[in-house]
């Protein structure tokens, strides 16, 4: 098993004949600091457009799918995200160790991590993705909605505010129009509310990626009008 910070050198994914046709590519090599799936999928749109690629693994990835796949990977440290993947200090060591122009986040991890991204661009590297500041307007869904309020987008019906009041969660949830969905204001899970029996409340069933009773900040909207 590869050590943290060593690089799995096979042969690396190359651009596709073809590809200037289009144009000159943007970089001339990008670091994916991303894993599995989501790796290899922008790893192959890089190949489409004539951009080298790199990644990133931990221990316990050393011989996963995106780095046979991507063939140029360095190890970040060890099995735990926090140990590897969301360590800011060693995604961009790694993106300059291998010669990388820009990071493409890829989503989750450090995607809609502003910090990141402003380290990013402090290293003299481009960040493939939103600017801090975006992130820091969008990024938690009732600043999110507040934006798009303000430009005047439709949004469905459901709080104004997030809550940690369960409470005041459930007396914003009577008021809407059942089934509505929870939301954790700044994470990418929900849990859906809807009436068991006329007499007996609410009841609630969670997403496949549900957030864990008790998780902060929730905000409720109406699924029924999305």
């Known amino acids: 098993m590869t050590s943290p910070g060593a690089s799995r050198a096979r042969t690396p994914i190359s651009a596709c004949s073809g590809c200037n046709r289009r144009g000159p590519a943007m970089f001339r090599k990008i670091l994916i600091a991303n894993r599995g799936e989501i790796a290899c999928r922008i790893a192959r749109t890089c190949q489409r457009l004539g951009v080298a690629v790199s990644t990133v693994h931990s221990t316990a990835d050393a ?27 060693a995604v961009i060591a790694a993106a300059k ?18 910090d990141f991204a402003r380290a990013v661009e402090a290293a003299g590297l481009v960040f493939i993705g939103p600017t801090p500041e975006t992130i820091e307007r969008l990024g938690d869904k009732a600043s999110a909605k507040r934006e798009a309020v303000a430009a005047g987008v439709p949004t469905v019906p459901g709080s104004d505010a997030p809550s940690e009041d369960r409470l005041e969660v459930e007396r914003i949830v009577r008021r809407l129009e059942l089934p509505v969905m929870l939301k954790a204001a700044p994470a990418a899970v929900a849990r859906v509310c809807g009436r068991s029996r006329p007499t007996t409340g609410l009841a609630t069933k969670s997403s496949p990626r549900c957030a864990r009773p008790g998780m902060p900040s929730v905000t409720p909207g109406s699924s029924s009008r999305s």
């Open 63 to 89: 011989d996963a799918l995106h780095v046979k796949a991507i063939g140029e990977s360095i190890g970040i440290g060890g099995a735990p995200a926090s140990e590897s993947y969301l360590r800011i200090d």
């Open 97 to 114: 160790t291998t010669g990388a122009e820009a990071i493409h986040p890829g989503f989750g991890f450090l995607a809609e991590n502003t």
